[in-house]
Nanobody, 119 residues
Framework: QVQLVESGGGLVQAGGSLRLSCAAS????????MNWYRQAPGQRRELVAG???????YYVDSVKGRFAISADSAKNTVYLQMNSLKPEDTAVYYC?????????????WGQGTQVTVSS
């Protein structure tokens, strides 16, 4: 069994910052990639940032220069530091982890955390 627990969402004014965390626990042999997605009401879920085990990172254009993804491999935790937040960043944020257990390799999702940016 694998569990992903997210934290760090909330309400912030435009220009503010939040830091999201996603901790993976359970039968984990290795983590291959860790990603953050978001979904705003009425919109498709989109990949916001990603980080591979080799250290390669990806950011959607709309967050480049404002968001930073990082990970603590000892804690199996991925972070998303969000600065200079804008109202259009309002969404439910989900972590997504590509990992290998003793039985399978698969993608796992966190429960989601709400981020609301007021203007």
């Amino acid at each position: 069994q694998v569990q992903l627990v997210e934290s760090g969402g909330g309400l912030v004014q435009a220009g503010g910052s939040l830091r999201l965390s996603c901790a993976a626990s359970g039968d984990i042999l290795s983590i291959n990639a860790m990603n953050w997605y978001r979904q705003a009401p009425g919109q498709r879920r989109e990949l916001v940032a990603g980080l591979t085990s080799g250290g390669s990172s990806y950011y959607v254009d709309s967050v480049k220069g404002r968001f930073a993804i990082s990970a603590d491999s000892a804690k199996n935790t991925v972070y998303l530091q969000m600065n200079s937040l804008k109202p259009e960043d309002t969404a439910v944020y989900y972590c997504n982890v590509d990992l290998t257990t003793s039985r399978v390799n698969g993608l796992y999702w966190g429960q989601g955390t709400q981020v609301t940016v007021s203007s």
